[in-house]
């Protein structure tokens, strides 16, 4: 892997991954309303080498939890969910990963939002939380295309690096 430590070679993968991205939104759900924040994260993923499938759920602990259970189960090392972490009644997808978690990666949760409130500072209200289910890396961004294009990035500069972890890998 090309180790520049800026620009977008050093965000490509090396070997092809499987990501899913979960849009969380009741409202997208029931076709009430376009889903743009998914679909954005899978361009995304997939402009970086990563191969990636986008679901729709509503909010809800349960709809969260077995989302990202099946993605995992099928053999997805990258689960991005887009939606519910803002501080609203429904908002409840940190509380669906967490339980999930092995542990948390705090800094890359961390990062998103300090990226997001330079631009916005809304982005500090999000509660989306990272960290390790079995051997993939989970990460909860806001529902707007802003929160994906921002936090898009910060998860693909350590993604690849975290998995080699997982697998084995030195530092």
């Known amino acids: 892997m090309d180790h ?21 939104s009741d409202r ?3 076709g009430q309303r376009e889903d743009r924040s998914g679909p954005l994260a899978a361009e995304l993923l997939r402009d970086a080498g990563w ?3 986008v679901r729709v759920v509503p909010d809800g602990i349960d709809t969260v939890s077995d989302s990202i259970r099946s993605a995992i189960d099928a053999g997805s090392r990258l689960v991005v969910t887009t939606g519910g972490t803002g501080v609203a009644p429904r908002d409840v997808t940190p509380q669906a990963t967490a339980p999930l978690l092995r542990f948390e990666l705090p800094g890359i949760a961390e990062q998103i939002r300090r990226v997001g409130a330079e631009k916005l500072p809304a982005a ?10 079995g051997t993939a890396l989970v990460v909860n961004l806001a529902g707007s295309t802003g929160a994906v294009r921002d936090g898009v990035p910060v998860i693909l500069s350590v993604a690849e690096h975290v998995l080699s972890q997982l697998d084995g890998g030195d530092h």
Do not use: F, K, M, Q
């Open 51 to 53: 191969t990636a499938d």
């Open 4 to 24: 520049e430590p800026h620009g977008r070679a050093a965000n490509i993968v090396t070997r092809p991954y499987s990501a899913s991205v979960i849009t969380v």
């Open 28 to 30: 997208a759900s029931a």
């Open 124 to 133: 500090l209200l999000s509660r989306g939380l990272a960290g390790v289910v």
